[in-house]
Each structure stands twice: as C-alpha cells, then as structure tokens.
C-alpha cells in the first residue's frame, strides 16, 4: 500500500523583519524577506519520518507533495521543503487570491488536496504571521476526514495515525483512521537542515502550478472581496514610552519591590 | 434583543474565569446564551446566570469526552440552529479556536480569533486583535454569516449581573464525523496550586539567564510571593529547565497580563509575541543591551540570582 502525504506549507515574513500592513490592510510582502514558516519545518520533517518509516516496514512506498498556496515568491518555500526531502510540490498561485482569509483558504487548500490526492495531510500548528492555528481543524472539516492535531508525537501505522496531544488541562493519546487532518507542535522534533545533496535534489524535483481555474473555484469567494472577514483599521502601537532602568547595586530587589508596591501589585 | 451563543469552557462544573469574561462582552452584543457541554455541564448554570446568561443550554454524552473536539462542534452547531444568534463568541484556547474554526465553516461564516476587544457595530460586532507580535492593532469585522469570534483571556473585566439563567436541555445528534477521532487515553495535567498561565492576573518568566531546571526554583519563589503564574521563554523550555506548557510566546502561550515579569529573558521577538501586550512589564537581566528593556516600564540591570530572591524577601516583608 502507498501512503500519499501532503505536507500544507506556508510563506511568511520574517518574524525578525519590519513586518507591517500594505494601503489595503493586507500583509505588506514587498519590504520585508519571506521564508517557510519556521512551525511547518516540523510539519515537514514528521512527514519525512512518518514516510520513512512507512518504506521501512516494507508496505509499499510513501510519497511527499508539499503544498502551498501562495504568490509567485513562495516557490521558495515549496524548494526549503523539497530541499528536506519532500518528492514533488504544488503552488496554487492566481493573482485573484490576494486577500484570501482562512476560510478561503482552508478552501482552496481543501481542493487542491483532493486534486492530488492524498491518505494523510501534515500541517504545523499555526503560521508564524497569522499564528490562528485554524487551518487544520478547518481541511479536516472540509475534506471530512478526522483531525488528529497539536501533535508532540505522532506516528502511522497500518493504516491508523497516533499521537499525543498535550492540552491545557489534560495530555490526551489520540488514534485515528487514515485518510485524516495531522499538525504537529514545535516539540515534535527538530527539523532537519537540508543537506548539499538534498538542496541540488530539489531543482530537479517537480513542481506543479494550479490556478483558480484548475481548482474549479469561483475568484468571487476567494480574495479580499471573497473574504469571510474584513480588516478596518490597523494601528502601529505606539512605541512604549522609556521605562525606568535602574542598575543593581546590591538593592536592586528592594528597589523592584518599591516599584511593584507604588503600581498597587503588592 | 438579538441572542449571542457563548460557549461555556468549564472543568467538572466549574466556569473557568475567560468563560466569564466572554458574558460581560456577549452582553454588549445582545443576551447571552450559553453553552455547557459535558461532564457537570448543568452545575455551571449558576455561575453564568450571575454573570448575565438568559439561557443555559445543557448537553452531556460520553462522546465529549471520548473523541476530539467534533462531537462539541456537533452540539454547539445543534444549539446555534436552535437559537439563531447574532454572533458566537468562544474562549481563544486552542481547543476553542478549533471548535470555533469548524463551527464557521459548517455555517459558513467568517471566524476571527484572538480577539482582545468586542465591541457593537453598525455592521455586526467590531474585534479588535493584535498582529506581528503586537506591534499593530487592528480591527475588523465578519462580513458574511453569523460572526463566529474566539476572544483572548484577560481581554474584559469579569462583571456580575443577574439574569434568568434557564437551564433546558439540548438536542445534539452526532454525525459520523464526530467519532473520527478517538481518544484513546487521558492524563490530568498535575496542578501546581498556581493560576493557569493565560488567566493569571501576574505572570513570571524566566528564560536562559535562570541557567539550569533547578534554579527555576527561585523563580517560582517569587511567583509564589505573588500568587503569580510562572512561564518561561523558549530557550528554557528547549533546554528542559520547564516544562512546554510554560512556555510564553509565539509557539508557546500567549499572555496579557496586569503585571509580567522577565527575568534573565533577553527578549527575541518570538517571546516579544506572547507577552508584549502585558499592562505593565518588568525586566531583570545582567545585559543592559537586552532587547526586553525597550519594552519595560521598569528595569533593574543586574544579576537575577541576587535581585529575584531580594525581591521575593522584599515582598514578603511588605505584605507581612
């Protein structure tokens, strides 16, 4: 039995740059640099275990599509995924996407998985940008298959995902039967960095564009105007007028406690 | 006046605190009618009748505990088509998100979360939420279905106010999605008798500077001294000093506090993320460079194993 994995990936900018909103309160891509959000890494990475471990046990083989949806400059998140070890990639690309909220979102992702057809479909936890960590329970809703998410551990066997779920409350293990929704959590693992090999590898992996059109998906119920959701104002936070800084010297908790009892906390 | 769902996060019959913060805003927004799923569901409705439900609907079946997260979209869905509410307003944990999340796409309605404001609007309820790491606030509103809206903790003030409170039950019929997920095994995560991190009114976090699992100890000391919740950054938890349930920023919790306290924290921009919309932020580290200080109202420069448990005296002196 084959096992298609399709690992739901992201382009973000970077978290450490000046991110802001363009004139129409969409996220400004053009000032700041772009990168695979650092939480699919692990998405990625647990796909590549769960695959090997899938062609270890001799049941047939595993194979990756990593999926974005996503202007032309994510490509470059699909070959960090490829560069990893993913097998080939899908880009659903169509300027009539920009503005897509998460319902459209979780929907254009929805169709393009059923395209390439799949057994168990990876995501991270949340995006670095948005970080509503919403998408997953959403494909599972739309693809009607079990969620299986905020994994720490998570494996597949025999036709059965596990893993273990740590709550606010409570750490659950969770068992479902494939095909099912997974996204995994920062403490799954830690990603690997591709290698030489595997960045020279990624030039000659696949890469298929999709646009609206392929997906069979109306351009009115995606994009800004199609959104669920609409941004009306987004304010810088004023930058923080200068604190008092005080350098120890040998009272500095005394003075600490004398601030602290000033703002009324003790 | 127009019903607004509020979906009841509770332990055994206990509301928790953000479960009350969402009435005073659903309040703003119409009559709350809340909903208590599981367990004890029907001992939360004196709670939430003191703080302005009209109506308490009740449901408790083995499937909620026994399955992930589905059979409550099930019953929430159930109680939304019995209501026809004005908007949905659900606690912003990450079960809640994902029930919120579901229930949208089912209604087909836009979803926003994290909120840390609602308020009443011409055109449906306006959320106002923090973006890249709280550098921005923005506001925004649904513009097709019923407004379905996960709110932060700490975002309003816990308000009594008397209402009817009615407890009736609730139909649900769970569809064959809602035993997709099994959950095979649950383990209660041990109580340390502190507040819960993303409801505590004080929070203190330690981070690479503390050095080691067993220096955490002094500050949980503080925290202690406090009655504070303790978090811890990143580099900590990735180091094994505490545990990940600790940890405070963008893959972590995200907390908003009265009162945060840094200590040994330089203040990456990830944990920056989950903290810097806390009322009043203190810093302790040894580096006067630490990014952590942009951010303070008040800063001490100075090694935290001598400032912390100084402090830690200095309070417990004051409060006697």
């Known amino acids: 039995m084959s ?18 909103f363009a004139d129409d309160l969409t996220l400004d891509r053009d000032d700041v640099d772009g990168l695979l959000s650092e939480l699919d890494e692990y998405a990625v990475e647990q796909a590549l275990q769960i695959a090997a471990a899938h062609n270890d046990s001799g049941d047939g083989d595993a194979e990756i599509t990593v999926l974005t949806v996503g202007p032309e400059d994510a490509k470059d998140a699909l070959r960090k995924a490829l560069s990893m070890g993913a097998d080939k990639a899908v880009h659903v690309e169509d300027d009539d996407l920009h503005g897509t909220d998460a319902l459209g979102t979780s929907m254009v992702l929805a169709k393009a998985i059923e395209k390439t057809g799949y057994d168990l479909v990876v995501c991270g936890m949340a995006s670095t940008d948005g970080t509503m960590g919403v998408l997953p329970a959403m494909l599972a809703e739309r693809l009607g298959v079990p969620q299986v998410t905020l994994l720490s551990e998570v494996s597949v066997e025999g036709g059965t995902v596990k ?23 920062d403490q799954s693992g830690e990603a690997r960095y591709p290698s030489f090999k595997g960045i020279m590898a990624a030039k000659k992996k696949p890469v298929e564009s999709l646009d609206l059109e392929d997906l069979d998906i109306d351009a009115g119920d995606v994009g800004l105007d199609g959104a669920w959701t609409a941004v009306d104002s987004a304010t810088q936070r004023p930058a923080r007028t200068a604190g008092t800084i005080v350098n120890d010297e040998g ?11 000033s703002q009324k906390f003790i | 006046m127009a019903e607004v769902l509020v979906y009841v996060d509770h332990v055994d019959g206990a509301v928790r605190k ?9 309040r703003r927004l119409g009559d709350p009618v809340a909903v208590a799923l599981g367990a004890g569901a029907a001992d939360t409705a004196a709670a939430l009748a003191q703080h302005g439900a009209v109506k308490v ?14 059979p409550k979209v099930d019953a929430l869905q159930a109680a939304y088509d019995s209501v026809s509410p004005a908007a949905v307003l659900v606690p912003s944990s990450a079960e809640g998100k994902e029930i919120a999340a579901r229930l949208a796409v089912r209604i087909g309605s836009g979803l926003i979360t994290d909120a840390i404001d609602v308020q009443a609007g011409d055109e449906g309820p306006v959320a106002t939420q923090s973006a890249f790491a709280a550098a921005f606030t923005t506001t925004s509103r649904i513009t097709k279905g019923t407004p379905v809206i996960t709110v932060k903790p700490n975002s309003a003030p816990v308000e009594p106010a008397a209402a009817a409170g009615t407890v009736e039950e609730l139909a649900v019929t ?6 997709g997920t099994r959950i095979v095994s649950s383990t209660p995560r041990e109580s340390t008798g502190r507040p819960e991190l993303t409801e505590a009114a004080i929070v203190v976090s330690g981070g690479r500077g503390v050095n080691g699992a067993e220096n955490f100890a002094i500050i949980e000391a503080l925290a202690d001294s406090l009655g504070a919740a303790v978090g811890a950054s990143r580099a900590a938890v990735d180091a094994g000093w505490y545990p990940h349930s600790h940890q405070v920023g963008q893959t972590g919790k995200s907390v908003s506090p009265q009162l945060y306290i840094a200590s040994g924290i330089s203040g990456a921009i990830q944990h920056r993320a989950g903290m810097q919309t806390s009322k009043t932020i203190v810093a302790i580290n040894k580096d ?5 200080f942009d951010l303070v109202d008040y800063g001490v420069v100075g090694d935290l194993f ?10 417990k002196a004051r409060k006697g």
Do not use: M, N
């Not at chain 1, 908790?253 to 602290?260: D, I, K, N, T, W």
């Not at chain 2, 006067?288 to 952590?292: G, H, T």
């Open chain 2, 288 to 292: 006067a460079e630490a990014p952590i």
């Open chain 2, 174 to 179: 769970f569809g064959a999605a809602a035993t």
């Open chain 2, 57 to 70: 609907l009740t449901a408790d079946a083995p499937e909620f505990a026994d399955y992930l997260v589905v």
């Open chain 2, 18 to 26: 953000p479960t009350l913060e969402l009435l005073t805003l659903a």
């Open chain 1, 3 to 20: 096992l298609r994995i399709v690992v739901c990936v992201k382009y973000v900018p970077d978290a450490t740059g000046d991110r802001h």
């Open chain 2, 306 to 315: 001598q400032v912390v448990p100084q402090l830690t005296e200095a309070i």
């Open chain 1, 163 to 185: 893993g273990r779920r740590d709550g606010d409350a409570a750490t659950v293990r969770l068992e479902a039967p494939l095909p099912a929704v997974v996204s995994v959590t």
């Open chain 1, 251 to 261: 009272d500095g908790g005394e003075q600490l406690a004398g601030y602290l009892a």
